[in-house]
């Protein structure tokens, strides 16, 4: 029998906290991002819930949920990436900086005329490619998304729907990744991908720069700093950008932990190996957690997170379904939260280690007491509905 929870603690030397990268999400920086996003028309800031009565159940102080499946009426929080990489590669294009442009000015037929006609191109498991897509046709431009086997057709037609040509391959998500890359070097399309590698360095810092709106929108809408926030990873992008945005705001330590799925475990797995240099994993990745199907870090990310990571933590599939279904059924007054697979893992893996006695030194070594203010972010809501209503009502994947 597979274990539910395979976890390890970070026994890197982080006294180096100091990355490079770090400059890249500062406030200032985080504040210039924000500033664009709002330029956006029909920009609303997503809500953020504290569920009382599940924080009391659970023995913790509160229990904070940031519900990203209300980001651009797109049901995940990815499209911040998109366009903020698409809008940044434009104005760098016009020589302007972006703190004087808006939307509205990228769209506009003098923007078109200088910089022509642009195709952007991605891998993606559905939510990036679907922010970029939609990024594509909000200002204009040409968009073409590639998916890895075994991607939910609702998740295309999504990305179809938003005018873009898209594919499902035959390949897994990081196989798919180099052969975009490989397209756009010989069509002269732009490939946006929120991993980085030698000599592609720019367009997935931007994306990760993109994100940090979620949590500059959270530092205002919470009084008191979590304690703990636990964090799902696919590359990283997503997970690093916040890390390395929250520990440089605030003043005391809180502590990071990454959640990932057991077949695309590359930080758990780089974190066992306890070197500099990460590993990567590979194979099929057959995963309901589609959004973190991805087997190799982003170097940038794993910069940033080997430095702050606390406990990296691999799950069973089952991990994300309870985590679907405890923050689709809620307490009391408490919010109700649809929550996607990848976007309620690390709910699932919290509710696991606080309900089932197996992970107790577990508990006790994160200190998830009557102290801790936990912080999740939902990071997508239901984008399969086929699979949501099979996990949540006929419960698929439920607790052996
Ligand atoms: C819903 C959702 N959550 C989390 C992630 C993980 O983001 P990253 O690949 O940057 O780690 C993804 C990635 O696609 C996603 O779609």
């Known amino acids: 029998?597979?274990?539910?929870?395979?976890?390890?603690?970070?026994?890197?030397?982080?006294?180096?906290?100091?990355?490079?990268?770090?400059?890249?999400?500062?406030?200032?920086?985080?504040?210039?991002?924000?500033?664009?996003?709002?330029?956006?028309?029909?920009?609303?800031?997503?809500?953020?819930?504290?569920?009382?009565?599940?924080?009391s159940y659970m023995g913790v102080e509160k229990i904070i949920v940031k519900d990203e499946s209300y980001r651009f009426g797109l049901n995940a929080f990815k499209v911040l990436g998109g366009i903020y990489a698409i809008a940044q590669y434009i104005a760098n294009k016009l020589g302007r900086n972006?703190?004087?442009?808006?939307?509205?000015?990228?769209?506009?037929?003098?923007?078109?005329?200088?910089?022509?006609?642009?195709?952007?191109?991605?891998?993606?498991?559905?939510?990036?490619?679907?922010?970029?897509?939609?990024?594509?046709?909000?200002?204009?431009?040409?968009?073409?998304i590639y998916m890895p086997a075994g991607s939910a057709a609702e998740r295309l037609q999504h990305i179809k729907s938003e005018g873009a040509f898209a594919e499902i391959t035959t390949m897994n998500y990081d196989d798919t990744v180099r052969y975009t890359s490989q397209l756009a070097q010989e069509n002269g399309w732009v490939l946006v991908q929120d991993t980085m590698w030698d000599g592609y360095e720019e367009i997935p810092l931007w994306i990760m720069q993109g994100y940090t709106t979620i949590v500059q929108e959270i530092v205002e809408q919470i009084q008191l700093a979590p304690t703990h926030v636990f964090l799902q990873a696919g590359v990283g992008s997503f997970a690093g950008a916040v890390v390395a945005f929250l520990q440089q705001y605030y003043e005391q330590e809180v502590t990071f932990v990454l959640v990932e799925p057991h077949v695309a475990n590359c930080y758990y797995e780089s974190f066992k190996k306890n070197t500099d240099q990460f590993v990567s994993v590979g194979g099929e990745m057959q995963t309901i957690m589609a959004g973190l199907a991805c087997g190799e870090p982003n170097p940038q990310a794993w910069q940033i997170l080997k430095a702050s990571t606390k406990i990296s933590i691999s799950c069973e599939e089952e991990i994300a379904a309870t985590g679907m279904r405890v923050l689709g059924n809620p307490l009391d007054t408490d919010t109700r939260i649809i929550a996607g697979e990848s976007g309620a893992a690390p709910f699932g893996c919290f509710y696991e280690i606080m309900t089932n006695e197996q992970y107790k030194e577990l508990k006790n070594?994160?200190?998830?007491?009557?102290?801790?203010?936990?912080?999740?972010?939902?990071?997508?809501?239901?984008?399969?509905?086929?699979?949501?209503?099979?996990?949540?009502w006929h419960g698929k994947y439920a607790n052996q």
């Open 1 to 55: 029998m597979k274990e539910k929870l395979k976890w390890v603690h970070n026994q890197l030397d982080n006294t180096n906290h100091g990355s490079p990268l770090l400059s890249y999400f500062t406030l200032e920086q985080v504040k210039k991002v924000g500033q664009f996003q709002r330029t956006y028309e029909r920009f609303e800031q997503t809500p953020l819930h504290h569920l009382e009565a599940l924080a």
């Open 98 to 144: 972006i703190k004087e442009l808006s939307f509205e000015q990228l769209k506009s037929p003098e923007v078109k005329a200088k910089v022509g006609d642009l195709t952007f191109i991605s891998t993606t498991d559905g939510n990036h490619g679907r922010g970029v897509a939609w990024a594509a046709r909000e200002l204009g431009f040409q968009a073409r």
């Open 365 to 392: 070594a994160l200190h998830l007491n009557e102290h801790a203010r936990v912080l999740f972010i939902n990071t997508e809501g239901d984008t399969d509905k086929e699979n949501y209503r099979q996990i949540v």
